[in-house]
Each structure stands twice: as structure tokens, then as C-alpha cells.
């Protein structure tokens, strides 16, 4: 059974910035599940049993660049459908906006990120993940 397609998969997904008004992107390579070559953002991921959401975000952050959450601050929910290779997903997602230490940020996963980023809201790279841009209009107002 495989979440996100066997069942509805949950995930916290996370916006994380450095308290001076830049945000962190990672490039994803093409050995990660999907999306190859875009832009996203950096510490998301699938709520494994017996974690909670907030753990779930302070071990994402931690594994995918290495900083230590400083804030934690909760967005909203998306109720995410989507096609990946053919086959229909269901996902619930918890967005956050998470402020992070700047200084210890570095690639820790090299097979998965090709490149970190720190930008303004209006210098984000593309090509953007296709849900980014949905999670960027919906809380827009929320971000400086």
C-alpha cells in the first residue's frame, strides 16, 4: 500500500525563510519521486504513523538542509489531487511558514537537491513545482 495512492497520503509542507524576508528553494534531481528540475520548497514531507505534524516538520527541515527550526507557523490545509505517472493521487497537505537558521543550512541530501536558494518572493526561480504556485496564491497575503 503506497499513500498518496492506496490511501490519502498526509504531508506537511513547508515554506521556510530566514525572518528577513528571503525563502528557501531547492532545485529537485531527477531522483526524486517527480517534478525533475523544478523549484520548490525545502523540509516537506509525508506525516509518517506515530509522528505528529509538527515533528514531522522539524525532521523534515532537519533532514533536507541541515537548520534548526526556530518558528513554526501554521498556514492552512490543501486537499491535493493530482496525476503522477498516469495514476491518480490523493493528498491532505499542512502548509507552514517556518523560520529557520540561515547559518546551518547546506545540501545534506546531494542525490536529491541539485541546488539551495535563498530568494524574495518576487525572484523565485522556474520552472516552480506544480503546486507551488497554488500554495504561493493561496496564502499570499501571509507572506512579505
Known sequence: MKKGFDFI?????????????????????????????RWDPIGSGGVEFGDTIEETVRKEVKEECGADVIHIEYLGFREVFREQS?????????????????????ITEPDKCLELRWCQIDEFPEPLHSQFPVFLAKYKNKLT
Not at 525572518?19 to 528540475?37: A, F, I, P, T, V
Open 9 to 37: 497520503g498526509n504531508a506537511a509542507v513547508t515554506l521556510c525563510h530566514d525572518g528577513q524576508g528571503k525563502y528557501l528553494l531547492g532545485l529537485r534531481s531527477d531522483q526524486c519521486r517527480d517534478e525533475h528540475n
Open 86 to 106: 498516469g495514476t491518480q493521487t490523493h493528498w491532505i497537505q499542512y502548509d507552514y511558514l517556518v523560520q529557520i537558521d540561515s547559518q546551518q543550512v547546506r
